[in-house]
């Protein structure tokens, strides 16, 4: 027997090579030969060692005959489902490091990445790779009006079923596996057909017939309707269609129906009438709706129909008297709706029945207690309460009198009653008149008499109105202002001992929202109370003209008038000095740059001066040295121009060499600039 060494992972990077590819002598070969070129067997002295192809294989069996005395031994090899050895093995014991070489089964291919032997490990086990696979079968397609099932894949050993669709019936096998054919594998079976199911003409019937179909051959969902003769009913289902049973037969679904005489008698129901169904002759399935007279209750279901067995099904029902009649007279009330109408005396009323009635006005029910009466098993009357009287007190009227009374009617115990009426007075001329009502109280409540109060006082722009009472002195006003007015104070005012509640309120004046064009006022609101103030804005690009404060007056008008929003303007003034090489600037006169210079400048105004120097420049006989003093104003709203002039705020100035200027000495212009 020949041995290799451990496995790879234990041995240097030599011995896992070999355990890689190992290369194993012929375990069935004798001791002490070889193998020629020829593959034959040739004899050896038993003094030398056995020669392998490769002298490293030579010298690890060395190396693993010396490690078999310290390694554990293996049992005989497991048995594999994809390959077996590729020798015979007698053996029951192998030493560490034997490589026993298999080969694939039929059905198996082997796998390129995989060396096919079984190594004894230092474990005493055997170690090897899963280095065949099944082969596979090809796809088998697509069944038409079928199906394929793959229970797994189409590797070899596994199987495929077959199944027809709806209607159609499955000829062949029912399924086929994945088997070796020769060297190679294939389906067991061919492919089944699958045919449509198929149907004997429709069944004849006794006293009926069948349409719908004229076929030699019927096939799945083709269907028939059958119809009976004159006098004849049908039991059973009037249409069949040709179906499929246990995927292997054409069959009608569901039986034929047949053709019966069925004929049932007109049921008598004491007691009641028949509503729906009158006959006189009922057929199978005719049916028959019975009600029961006034003071009867039905007993059974009030529908019935004729049935196979030429019989009423269920039972025709009974009519059991179950009624009330003579309804109770209770005094002084009336009965309510009880469906659709209000009870009477001539009608019956089934057990049960709950029947409602109420007190006439004036009257309640004793001791509040229900007003019902219900219908008894006995076909008696529940007992009833009775409507006894509702009094209205005697009135308590302070500082007043009762000056005429009537009573409607004469009450066994009440002073008055419902509908008996008072007069009161107060003292003065006028009575108010008051009705006792249903429900036991006054109407108007009884007043209470409080000594009169001043006339209410006048206001200014508004009036107000009496509140009504019904005694001759009224006891509340409420005052309301004029169009254009707001009410100040108290709106209501009441007479209490004598006295009013509040002083009376004022009306104030409401002036409407200055309408500016380009201009906005404060407070965002449509009117403005008297004395309210408001200003003035002016959007960008123009100045306020007039007061910017106003005042809303008492005649709703405003003071100052509402000013308006203009476009500003600016204002240039310039002036030309022409003095001495050492002479000063002179004085600028007040109120001799305009003709009108009392008029105000509303706007900006801007200043230049130009002071010029003789003699002129040596270098150039035409230029004149010109000292520019300028100063900006533009706070100068409301003020005339001899004002501004004398008031501007600061100067910068430069010296410049221009050409002589043919403007007067000594003069000032104003320009005005609209472009702002």
Known sequence: MLHLVNRATTHPESYRKMLEKPQVMNPSRPPNTTLDRKGKSTAWPFSRLWIVFDSTLFQMTLVAALLASVLGDCGPPPHLQFAFPENELNETNYKYGTALKYNCRPGYTRTSSRNTYLICDKKGKWEYYYFCVKKVCNNPGELRNGRVIIKTDYSFGSRIEFDCLEGYILMGPTTSHCELQDKTVGWSNSFPECVIAKCESPPDISNGKYNGGSEDVYTYGSSVTYSCDPSFSMLGEASISCTVVNKTE????????????????????????????????????????????????????????????????????????????????????????????????????????????????????????????????????????????????????????????????????????????????????????????????????????????????????GHFIRIPSYLFQPKEVKYECDEGYTLDGEATLSCSSSRWSAPAPQCKALCPKPEIEHGKVSGDKDQFVESENVTIECTSGYTVVGPQNITCLENRTWYPEVPKCERTVQYTVFCVWMVGQNSSVPQRPSGKLSQNRSKSLRGRLWWSESVFWFPAHPSNPGLVWDLILQSCHSHDLGRSLSTILTSYISFRSSLQAVSKLKQAENSCSVSRDRRM
């Open 250 to 461: 054409g069959v009608w679904s569901p039986s034929p129906p047949t053709c019966e005489r069925i004929s049932c008698s007109k049921p008598d129901v004491k007691n009641g009438k028949i509503l729906v169904g009158f006959g006189p002759n009922y057929k199978y399935k005719d049916s028959i709706s019975f009600g029961c007279n006034k003071g009867f209750i039905l007993k059974g279901s009030n529908l019935i129909h004729c049935g196979a067995d030429n019989n009423w099904h269920p039972t025709p029902p009974i009519c059991e008297i179950n009624s009330c009649t003579d309804l109770p007279d209770i005094p002084h009330s009336s009965w309510e709706i009880h469906g659709y109408r209000r009870p009477t005396k001539g009608e019956t009323y089934e057990v049960g029945t709950v029947l409602r009635y109420r007190c006439h006005p004036g009257y309640k029910p004793a001791g509040n207690k229900p007003t019902t009466v219900a219908c008894q098993r006995n076909f008696s009357w529940t007992p009833y309460t009775e409507c006894e009287e509702v009094c209205c007190p005697v009135p308590d009227l302070k500082n007043g009198r009762i000056t005429t009374q009537k009573k409607k009617s004469l009450a066994s115990n009440c002073e008055y009653f419902y509908g008996d009426s008072l007069w009161y007075s107060c003292g003065g001329i006028r009575t108010v008149e008051a009705s006792c009502q249903g429900d036991g109280t006054w109407s108007p409540d009884t007043p209470t008499c409080d000594e009169s109060c001043a006339y209410p006082p006048h206001i200014d722009h």
